[in-house]
């Protein structure tokens, strides 16, 4: 399979698997980014490989330490979800959970028409499977980081996507620390021999498992399969005692609306079990407590201790930490979680004249809890704009990079820029930024250099 590569590193050429690899910059918003690598493969004809092409874009966490994971945000089926796929690594509210464990951020997108045959790519054992490990293996080689392709990884998916993760459950359990299944999963279409039956191993019940099904699916003659897999998944998995839970987004269908609000503290309390507290060679993943953790009734409630609960079970959902359960409560009931805890400051507010006038630029990295919502620009302490400027919000809340149907960022991706084009005549004045998360809540102020 031959393959393009592409990097902020510069270019330069070498040869894997006998093939010419040319190396590309990656950008975000019109410029270069620093962290960000991608492989591109075309389709293949050769039995057994993946017949669609793919691209793999990974964004790693500044810093020298070695990696500690890969987050795998797998979009659906179609056109449309291939093309949402190729924003994942950009997303500033994944990365903040990625930069917090030290992990990579890997977002694949398919090139898959409408109307192709989704599973061709979905069930991994088509080629897809293959592919990633390749694309691992090259990202690994691209970035210098060659602990990314030894790493265990978090597998979040949609749709097909969501598909694709319940079957390498059954593939690398030993991979795998968690896994979020967003109105998809395979088991009815193996139990009804739409495809092969997968051979589960006893590990794979040892995975953190949550089923995310909208409500409005349950009803839908198109999607009803999202909100019958992801039961009958919880019910085949919790039987076994496997640490699983139901989240049913009580507002939404098929798109993903608000929940990344709880897959994003559910990842990352699993990675807290999980990953071992000393870095070694092997990666060896801890196993979970499940009698440690926190139960409530399946679909709506709140959750105790497991020592606690009344109920039965194994017929509860399972949580793994007293915020999470607290989160899925609110989140089941409200399609919302609660944060009262202010977003990071910017960083490097730099600030010049321009013909058009003041230019006002900064970082910010996204709140872990609630994400990024967009920046309040003060000059001399009195606010001259907001960014975004006018707010959208199609499928969930309004974030500064807006969010698509396949929860990942729409393009254009928005600049940390903003223009003052009334200056007091004269004087530049003092300007300062203040990032707002997704609750509402206000950074301090970050002031430009003098």
Not at 23 to 48: C, D, I, K, N, W
Not at 389 to 410: A, N, W
Request: proline share 8%; hydrophobic share 40%; aromatic share 8%.
């Amino acid at each position: 399979m031959r393959g393009n590569l592409r990097s902020t590193r510069g270019i330069c050429r070498g040869l894997v698997v006998a093939a010419l690899l040319i190396f590309r910059t990656v950008s975000s918003a019109g410029a270069a980014e620093a962290g960000l690598f991608e492989v591109a493969y075309p389709p293949s004809q050769v039995p057994g490989e993946l017949v669609f092409g793919v691209t793999y874009t990974v964004w790693i966490p500044p810093g020298d330490e070695p990696l500690r994971g890969v987050i795998v945000h797998q979009h659906g089926c179609g056109r449309g979800a291939c093309q949402g796929g190729g924003t994942a690594a950009y997303d500033l509210h994944w990365r903040a959970l990625a930069r917090k464990w030290n992990c990579a951020l890997l977002g694949p997108s398919y090139q898959q028409a409408d109307g192709e045959n989704c599973r061709l790519w979905c069930d991994p054992r088509q080629g897809s499977n293959q592919a990633f490990l390749k694309g691992l293996d090259d990202l690994a080689r691209l970035s210098g980081r060659p602990e990314l392709a030894r790493v265990p990884w978090c597998l979040w998916g949609h749709s097909g996507g969501g598909f694709w993760a319940s079957l390498m459950q059954t593939l690398h359990p030993e991979r795998i620390v968690a896994i979020w299944c967003r109105s998809g999963t395979a088991i009815e279409a193996w139990e009804r021999g739409e495809i092969p039956a997968p051979e589960i191993p006893a590990a794979a019940a040892g995975i953190p498992l949550m089923v995310n099904p909208g409500v409005k699916e349950r009803d839908d003659q198109r999607f009803r399969s999202a909100w019958t897999g992801a039961e009958r998944m919880f019910r085949f998995y919790r039987s076994k005692n496997a640490p699983v839970g139901m989240a049913l987004d009580p507002k939404s269908g098929h798109e993903c609306g608000d929940s990344r609000y709880l897959a994003i503290p559910w990842f990352d309390a699993c990675l807290a079990w999980r990953l071992p507290a000393q870095q070694t060679e092997t990666h060896t993943l801890r196993a979970v407590p499940v009698a440690e953790g926190w139960l409530a009734p399946w679909l709506a409630g709140e959750g105790v201790p497991a020592n606690r609960f009344e109920g039965e079970p194994l017929e509860s959902t399972w949580l793994p930490s007293a915020e999470v359960a607290r989160a899925w409560s609110q989140y089941v009931r409200e399609a919302a979680v609660s944060d009262a805890s202010p977003p990071p400051a910017p960083s490097e507010v730099r600030v010049r004249d321009t013909a058009g006038g003041v230019e006002v630029t900064w970082q910010a990295e996204a709140d872990l809890e609630s994400g990024l919502a967009g920046f309040v620009i003060l000059r001399d302490g009195n606010e001259v704009g907001r960014l975004p400027e006018k707010p959208i919000g199609r499928f969930g809340k309004p974030l500064f990079q807006v969010m698509s149907y396949h929860d990942t960022p729409e393009k254009p991706l928005p600049a940390m820029k903003f223009v003052d084009r009334s200056p007091v005549a004269g004087k530049r004045g003092r300007y300062t930024v203040r990032a707002i998360n997704a609750a509402g809540e206000l950074s301090t102020e970050a002031r430009a250099a003098e």
